[in-house]
Nanobody, 128 residues
């Protein structure tokens, strides 16, 4: 079965950290550009970070630059999003998606149906 599964979400206090995982099954993740997205209630989906397949190029939204780090472990067929210095405005459902490696520069710009695979999402809540 081909799927992406996110994990690692939860409740954390402001200033805390979480590491999200995006694990693939049924296909090889290292071929794809992988993006992390988030959506808070009543807000549009926001592209948070992307990692390319060939040279490991990365992209970060201005809102998370310097706080979040995306990485991949091809041996584990998993992409991670390390989130530090979390703020209440980071609260959202975080999802990962797989995209053609040729479209890295468009990673956060494309409609949802342009991505090959989506995970189900994991809730991140930042609150004291």
């Amino acid at each position: 079965q081909v799927q992406l599964v996110e994990s690692g979400g939860g409740l954390v206090q402001p200033g805390g950290s979480l590491r999200l995982s995006c694990a693939a099954s049924g296909f090889t993740l290292d071929y794809y550009t992988i993006g992390w997205f988030r959506q808070a209630p009543g807000k549009e989906r926001e592209g948070v970070s992307c990692i390319g397949s060939s040279d490991g190029s990365t992209y970060y939204a201005d809102s998370v630059k310097g706080r979040f780090t995306i990485s991949r472990d091809n041996a584990k067929n998993t992409v991670y999003l390390q989130m530090n210095s979390l703020k209440p405005e980071d609260t959202a459902v975080y999802s990962c998606a797989a995209l053609s490696p040729l479209l890295f520069k468009l990673c956060v710009l494309l409609p949802a149906d342009e991505y090959d695979y989506w995970g189900q999402g994991t809730q991140v809540t930042v609150s004291s």
